[in-house]
Nanobody
Framework: QVQLEESGGGLVQTGDSLTLSCAASGRAVSSSNMAWFRQTPGREREFVAARRSGAITYYKDSVKGRFTISRDVSKNTIYLQMNSLKPEDTAVYYC????????????????????WGQGTQVTVSS
């Protein structure tokens, strides 16, 4: 059973950078599609970024050019580098892992992932 543990959240100011980490156990990140989602109170969980095995990446339009998803296979960890943060990026960020057979069209769908972390809070002050 795969377990995911996020870290790296915090309180930052507009324009700052932050890197989130997601350490995986029970399944290799190289054997999974990995993603980041975020959620604010009263709203559905929304897709932020994903990486398929083979280095193909996907991003929510509003974070393209600012966020980068990457992985370190030796540490079985994925990262979300977030630059030029804005108040609207404030949310709880969740790491997710899913099977490789997920189609490209479904990479942004929460139901495509079968393992989730507990979340880490990111707050961007204006």
């Amino acid at each position: 059973q795969v377990q995911l543990e996020e870290s790296g959240g915090g309180l930052v100011q507009t324009g700052d950078s932050l890197t989130l980490s997601c350490a995986a156990s029970g399944r290799a990140v190289s054997s999974s599609n990995m993603a980041w989602f975020r959620q604010t109170p009263g709203r559905e969980r929304e897709f932020v970024a994903a990486r398929r095995s083979g280095a193909i990446t996907y991003y929510k339009d509003s974070v393209k050019g600012r966020f980068t998803i990457s992985r370190d296979v030796s540490k079985n960890t994925i990262y979300l580098q977030m630059n030029s943060l804005k108040p609207e990026d404030t949310a709880v960020y969740y790491c997710a892992a899913g099977p490789l057979f997920t189609t490209a069209q479904a990479m942004d769908v929460p139901g495509s992932y079968d393992a989730w972390g507990q979340g880490t809070q990111v707050t961007v002050s204006s």
